[in-house]
């Protein structure tokens, strides 16, 4: 339909909204399975035996096929974190948020997640407790869906 | 064994909200202003390469079909090339190569972006998977804020004296980008005025980021041949490099890149440059975050890891200094993103051809354009000289 914008020329208001299907495949299945046993598995790779989390089917450096499954913690040390003020298109949690990565006990790199369970519209809250190094651990939700948010947020220990 | 190349003619729009026309329109301003740079006859093109951005942004898949009246592209050989950010260092390379392999003699390299048309983050989003790492990525300044965090960590540099050097960054790429006809956002700003502007994802705030913008550019390549027959003087591509990082982020370091250190290294081994900030005499790197263009001095060996706030806080970087950085106001002040690094490419032609005009750094023989996508994944650098 023909309508303006917001300078005032005259715009096509399109959308495509597509479904998808999207392949987990054996790797990705088991370790959102396992996920909804509130355990977070890695692969180790033969050759340069890194544990990477999550899981992968092959090592990314090697290009070998990750042989053993191997369980890490469900604790770790924040390594980087970010606070979020901004809404995006799509995004699944409200602003602020806290997106970090956590290098969990046991395991070769770091994991994407949220740092949460305190109040972060106080900021000199978050300023004392968000540091490098801090300790975390996850709080799981109740009911599983086999999905990354089946870990809630990784809250400081 | 491969032929010198150079570059004969740029054409760029004039960028910002185009909403007032439709995209081949604003892509077709870009090619006709090339050819009216460069004098080429249309019909002497032999190849036509296009890039933007996902067609998830666009609003229309696989743009070229599209845009290929406005390219000119009829009865050519056509070819995309998109690697995201890197979209348009990716062109150039793509550009070089069909010239240096002798497949052609003349050849057309466009990219475009209508940034406003679509909505960007969300499109940066859907760049990384969807199982694990596409909700925490918070479009591209929620993965950006976490580099210069690891850097100062890193270097213990102290966030006061990092975020005065950002801020003056920013300051001075605005004040650039007034010089530049071809700039976005045209407008001074103070250092208190960036430090004070609302954060965006800490340390990040609005000044420290690159504006939405609609906007093209156009490049045509040519061989030796051709280059020394034109009127205006070309430039000559001295050296390319460009190196890719591995996927999931936290699996490798992205703040001491290797594949940015890895790709300015083979420009530089190419082009027998051994001392790149007493070499080079301007650089436009890629931008779109004040914090993030320090890291990317460091990486190209502008000065040494951790050095990059003082070299800045210095003026070693600014017009008037050693190397000056984005003499254009860079990606800060205009970011069409597909088009943004072809625009470097365009930057450091007009640079070394001494046609800058009112942003023209004095004297330069040799300069660095630089590409980056995903995050700080792929990095591209070419260098182009005065001289062949």
Redesign the interface.
Known sequence: MLTV?K?G?P?LE?E?SIPYE?A?GPT?HRF?EELKQEKIFGTRCPKCERV?V?ARTFC??CFVDMGQWVQVSNAGTV????????A??????KPP?I?S?IKLDGAD??????VGGFDLEDVNLVGRIMK?GVRVEAVWERTKKG???DIKYFEPL | MTRPVAIVGVGQTKPG?R??VTYPDLVREAVQAVFHDSGIDPDDIESVIFGSMPSMME?VAMNHFYLADALRGVGKTFMRTETCGTTGISLAFSGYYSVASGFADLVLVVASEKVNEG?A??TM?TVAE????R??A??A??MY??LP??WM?KHDIEEDACRDAAATLSVDHHRDAVRNPCAHIRREFTLEEVKSA?????PIRLLDVCPTSDGACAVIFASERIAKKMRQKPAWIKGIGFRGD??????SDRVESHCATDAAREAYEMAGITRPLEELDVAELYNPFTFVEMLHMESFGFCEPGTATARVLNGTFSREGTLPCGPSGGVLCTNPIGATALIRVAEIVLQVTGRAGDHQVPGVKLGLAHGLGGVNQFNGVMILGSEL
């Open positions: 914008n300078r020329h715009i399109a495509a999207l987990y990705w959102f990477l999550p990314p450096r390594a980087n974190w970010a606070i979020c003020n901004l995006f298109f799509g995004a699944p949690f948020f997106t990565l790199n770091t994991f994407f997640h949220l490098r999905c990354i948010f | 909200d909403s007032e609003g909505d983050q969300a989003s969807p199982f694990y790492q909700p925490f918070a479009g300044p929620g804020a976490m965090n690891e960590w609302p954060v965006v994802v800490y591995e996927y999931v982020v936290g699996d």
